[in-house]
């Protein structure tokens, strides 16, 4: 009967094993308890570098990510060391997609994102601190989140306030309509956040222009072709009585432009918004009145920049002062007058950028309402 | 007593279904280019500043035309494509994809050959329709072939055109200045711009294919009833082929006018064209079980939606509206066409 006497010496052992087991993972986890979360593991020696956005269709995120691909190569890898997570616009896949990166490099990670909407940022930055991965988020949160609640590893948030740009390109508007008629406002999806900035900053400017009608504001979706369907059917409205055109953004002023070239309308006052080679092009040539530039080359390598940094332990986010951890994004305004100078600057050629100066250009700490 | 029995039958067959869903669509597009003026006739009157009904409508004039005319065309390329694919009982769902590539190519060859149509690069004009063509093919193969329903083949080859446009051109758009090209929007004839001509052209085109060619009269066949097409010796998956790579040839002049009509070529190029061409297609009267319907019902189809778009606007209805409203049109024009005595069950 050796084998039972065999089994049972076995199992003894096992049990001692299982014991010996507990008691250090108890000791372990009472460890991470008094270390607080964020203090449990070292800096990382080569951390993975991921961005997680909607898609590159758009201009506007593709220059965010040329940014974050600028950033890596100045860490003297190539373009492809950045881990691209595409969210299509879905907040569900955000997350999962986010989730499998931890997991895939046991948080090992310094991530930028866009979190899709507000609502998702807090369990995408919960799930990183949790593994101890480095987290920058750019756009969307909600108010009540805050990178110093999370330690290091919610490193900084960086958004853009639309609202006072927007009104000064509406005061460049109603000056240039002479301070009276009437203006047509085609704006972004009604939702979103910038797209309601940016229509009240043209509020806020007709306040002090009494004579100037606000005749229509509707949303044309960020999107040429609606923009132009949405100006034809305003110039059928009000046919003359549109004296100058406020757009939510650059794509939308180029669909204003055509619906008024298939008019044969010229000389019409209108404004845009994000500081795209085109349309800074239409401001050189005077079709465009001014657009903002809001640099999102810089921001989306400059995100991506944070949250590496934190990670690799070059810097302690814990120990900067609020202004650095939550800030706005620099905003640039494209007039006629300097749109030459603007292009060679920004645009002929990208301007190699300090990717360690991280707050230089930066706007300020985030004021909430 | 024996009036009315005698009335019920022929006012019953007056009114019947078919008729009643024959002629519907063009009802509905008569009743809305007479309600818009209406309400804007209204609101005038309630501002204290009346004008003449229908007369010194802003809505109802020809510049007004002329915009929906614009706005319509590139849409109801892509809605005569799908026509023939939903007439044959099938769907295709990859006209965003396929939109966007053609686009893009175009483009690229375009400025590459000289960049006005007064030199070769006039070229890339036929190349687009023969990319469209190619990509309409790929995708009846893989519909046929590995035997995938249609509405998923399509969608997925969707896809895969949306992200071969992104890798074409990396994300950037691509202007087209050409004079010449841009006429398709800044000439007039007769009010109307020539992309208007050129899509009415195209319009007839269809409308041969449809009423006058073998290939055409398969269509109704296989959408009819598939199985009897098949008994009768028909080659039905040739025609489906032979469907999808026509689609995609008016797929690629909806592009080719959606490029002129804004003078940008990029990725987005294709966007929304997949909800507004079912739409229309089914607001026109097509059935989406196939063999009934033409292009004369999806012309009707897009000018019902363009009026909508266009109208609400005009009268000033915010924009959500227009999305509600075209769903229930939607709803609407399916549960006409249902002959729910006939159909036990629906999947």
New interface residues.
Partial sequence: MSFIKKFIEQETINRRDLLFASAYGLGAVAATGLMGPGMARAAFSDPTVAWSYR?????Y??EIVSGGEAFVESLGKPKSFLTHLINEGSSEKSLADVKALLSKTSGELALAIDANDAPNARPVVEACAQVGAYVSTLWNKTDDLHPWDFGDNYVSHMTWSDEGPAEQTARILLEAMGGKGGVVHLGGI?SNNPAIERLNGLKNALKDYPNVELL?A??ADW????A???M??????Y?SEITGVHCANDTIA??VL?AL????IEGMPVTAYDGNP?AVKHVGNGELLVTVFTNPHWGGGITAALAYYAAIGAFKPSEEPREHREFYGPTIQVLPEDAAKFKAEYIDSVPTYDWTDFWGPSNGQIEYK | MTDSTMMLPSVSRLLSRERLVRWAPILVLGLLVLFFPFFEWLMDFLEGKGHAYLFDS??F?I??AA?IG??ASPGLMVAVGVTFIILMGSIDLSMEGTVSVCAVLFAFVFLAWGATLASWAWLAVPLALVVGAAMGFVNGLVHIWLKIPSFMASLAMGFVG?GLA?ILT????I?IEDELFRSL??ERIFNF?VMVYVAFFFLLVAWFIQSRTTLGRNFYAVGGGEELAHASGLNVERVRLMGFTLAGVFFAVGALL?VG????A????G??FLFISITTVVVGGTALWGGIGGVWNTLVGVLIVNVI??GM????L???FQDGVLGILVILAVALSVNRRSTSFVK
């Fill in positions: 898609n590159r269709t758009n201009p995120w593709n009604a229509d509707q949303p999107d040429t072709q609606k132009r369907d949405v034809a059917s305003f110039l059928t409205r046919g180029y669909g055509e070239r298939a008019e044969g085109q | 802003r809505f004039s510049r007004n915009r614009i706005a949306t992104l990396g994300g950037d758009r202007r929007l800044t711009p959606a009509r804004i003078g940008i990029e990725t987005a190029t966007n929304n778009n266009n606007i005009v009268i000033g915010p924009a959500f």
